[in-house]
């Protein structure tokens, strides 16, 4: 079993900045990726970026490309999503996922972007 806990989500103005954080504990040594999600109201819940475990390999979404940067730390088993130039669209639930042979979800944090 992987816990994930996400910290970091709040308001904040459009063109802002905003950093999360997610702690994982438990199984975590065999985690092939972990990622980002998000989900806005009324919407299914997208892929934002990944990172795999071993080659460090980052993806992200076309829609957050430039903006955002996710990056690990694997002393303290720690996921980062460094967020630049928020606009409305980044509203949402973001949620920390760990995949070991099946996924693992934190309880999710919101994000606002609101003047």
């Known amino acids: 079993q992987v816990q994930l806990v996400e910290s970091g989500g709040g308001t904040v103005q459009p063109g802002g900045s905003l950093t999360l954080s997610c702690a994982a504990s438990?199984?975590?040594?065999?985690?092939?990726?972990m990622a980002w999600y998000r989900q806005a109201p009324g919407e299914k819940r997208e892929l934002v970026a990944q990172?795999?475990?071993?080659?460090?390999?980052?993806n992200y979404a076309d829609s957050v490309k430039g903006r955002f940067t996710i990056s690990r730390n694997n002393i303290n088993n720690m996921l980062y999503l460094h967020m630049d130039g928020l606009n409305a669209g980044d509203t949402g639930v973001y949620y920390c996922?760990?995949?070991?042979?099946?996924?693992?979800w934190g309880q999710g944090i919101q994000v606002t972007v609101s003047s």
């Open positions: 996922n760990a995949f070991d042979l099946k996924d693992f």
């Open positions: 438990g199984s975590i040594s065999r985690i092939s990726f």
């Open positions: 990172i795999f475990s071993r080659s460090g390999t980052t």
